[in-house]
Nanobody
Framework: QVQLVESGGGLAQPGGSLRLSCTVS????????FTWFRQSPGKEREGVAC???????YYEDSVKGRFTISRDNRRKIVYLQMNGLKPDDTALYFC????????????????????????????WGQGTQVTVSS
């Protein structure tokens, strides 16, 4: 059974740090790309960071230089290190998994498609809440 479980959320002060984890089970981890999304009340879901099976990474503009996505293929965990947190980072964070696919020889998930609301990921976690407040 495919399962993604997020953890590591909580309350942080502005300028502080948190590290989120997405623990994966039920499928061959190394053949998947993973993306962290976030959503806060009244706002649309937003792609935050993505890491492919080849360890290529993509980031939403507002988190570049502050957040780092990584993966541990042996432990089957995807991390999101968040530094320099801002109140605007407050949201429910959840991870999604995508089986690596190719269209005409190029990865279907790429720098243009990873955060598209129309891109269909195969599995989703339930999320972990991040609140940034003083």
């Amino acid at each position: 059974q495919v399962q993604l479980v997020e953890s590591g959320g909580g309350l942080a002060q502005p300028g502080g740090s948190l590290r989120l984890s997405c623990t994966v089970s039920g499928f061959t981890f190394e053949y998947y790309a993973f993306t962290w999304f976030r959503q806060s009340p009244g706002k649309e879901r937003e792609g935050v960071a993505c890491i492919t099976n080849n360890h290529e990474t993509y980031y939403e503009d507002s988190v570049k230089g502050r957040f780092t996505i990584s993966r541990d293929n042996r432990r089957k965990i995807v991390y999101l290190q968040m530094n320099g947190l801002k109140p605007d980072d407050t949201a429910l964070y959840f991870c999604a998994a995508d089986w690596v696919k190719y269209t005409y020889g190029s990865p279907t998930l790429n720098e243009e498609t990873w955060s598209s609301p129309n891109y269909e990921y195969e599995a989703w976690g339930q999320g972990t809440q991040v609140t940034v407040s003083s």
